[in-house]
């Protein structure tokens, strides 16, 4: 069913490249909703402006318009970690004599919410339990007695944000804030975004703090090295995860919105057992690969951590555990399915909303 993956779409300039997760998935949520697909261009606008207070950014943040670009390096995909690293170089002036295909907005600009937006921003006295402000927008879990995260606040912020925009007639930016809007949907899929940990698993090292995140980051950060990988390895069962997903979501005709909690509590389900497997099979290796990473360090955590990316891509490959890594496969597809699902019911509904398709 995956014809072909991003990395080998024509369509695609390599100087968009190297391909992020949130750019596989995006895409091929995309294939199982043709009305999108079949959107002709838009015309790239200005950024509308339309934040309000409510909902700060970081303000180093520049809009990058990737329809103006040169392509100027060739960079490996397998050991290319940092998302704003890519081949080519684009605009920071909006190349307005430009069009651009909807499904190309959303694919090309739905890795932005993790580059710089979200970072270095006092949201909360709690966001340091997230790794910071960028955490706090991207994961909601629950601690006993509180709420820690706010990314379905997220997703609908930047949901009303495409309708605004849509309604000025910015349909350019319409369908690049829906991209971020994905973005956290898809985040809210991800069971390490909507639970801290097995509950057993806290307890156990509470004394410890320190040990305990370094142990969750290593876990978290080393799943989602996997799941990028084997998209960049073409693995077809998470493309057609998606895409049949997409499909089924496109046609129940359901609100994205009302689907929210159940799908987030389906996420917070499916933590455990890809915790305990990871820890167990994978714990180890990952923990020495992310060794290195100290919070206390001179340089970004972030950066640090994706320093150690390439050795802990080696801990789910080099060796395979065959048995372990067809579990890990087949839960996975299995999120994937279900964060189509909800990608699809997001498209499909905006594909039939009037400010989706006139002009
Ligand atoms: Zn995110």
Not at 46 to 54: A, E, I, S, V, Y
Request: proline letters at 8%.
């Amino acid at each position: 069913m995956t014809e072909r993956f991003l990395h080998d779409d024509p369509g695609m300039p390599a100087a968009w490249g190297p391909w992020f997760s949130h750019e596989y998935i995006t895409y091929f949520a995309l294939m199982g909703v043709p009305e999108i697909m079949h959107l002709k261009p838009v015309q790239v606008m200005p950024n509308p402006r339309l934040h309000d207070g409510r909902f700060p950014i970081n303000p180093d943040h520049v809009d990058l318009y990737k329809e103006e670009y040169r392509e100027v390096r060739r960079l490996d995909p397998s050991i290319s970690f940092d998302y704003a690293q890519r081949n080519g170089e684009f605009s920071t002036e909006p190349p307005v004599q430009k069009s651009i295909e909807p499904w190309k907005i959303l694919v090309i600009y739905s890795t932005e919410p993790d580059l710089l937006p979200d970072c270095g921003l006092d949201l909360h006295p709690y966001q340091k339990i997230t790794g910071g402000s960028h955490g706090w927008r991207h994961m909601q879990f629950r601690l006993p007695g509180l709420t820690i995260g706010m990314a379905p606040e997220s997703f609908c912020h930047h949901i009303r944000l495409a309708h605004k925009a849509f309604e000025i007639g910015n349909h350019y930016w319409g369908w690049r804030f829906l991209s971020r809007a994905a973005h956290y949907l898809a985040d809210l899929g991800h069971p390490f975004h909507v639970k801290a940990a097995p509950p057993v698993f806290l307890l156990r090292h509470l004394l410890s703090a320190r040990r305990m995140v370094h142990m969750l980051s290593a876990i978290h950060t080393g799943y989602e090295v996997y799941s990028e990988q084997r998209f960049r390895q073409g693995f077809a069962p998470f493309g057609d995860a998606l895409i049949t997903g997409a499909g089924e979501g496109r046609a129940s005709g359901a609100d994205v919105h009302a689907e929210l909690d159940g799908y987030i509590r389906r996420a917070r389900r499916r933590l455990n057992p890809i915790f305990r497997l990871l820890v167990r099979r994978f714990g180890p290796g990952l923990i020495d690969a992310y060794a290195s990473v100290d919070p206390g360090g001179g340089t970004d955590v972030a950066a640090q951590t994706r320093a150690c990316s390439a050795d802990a891509a080696r801990v789910f490959f080099r060796e395979p555990d065959i048995r372990s890594l067809a579990y890990l496969d087949a839960v996975t597809t299995e999120i994937l399915e279900d964060v189509g699902r909800m990608l699809g019911m997001l498209f499909a509904g905006f594909a039939r909303a009037p400010a989706g398709r006139t002009r």
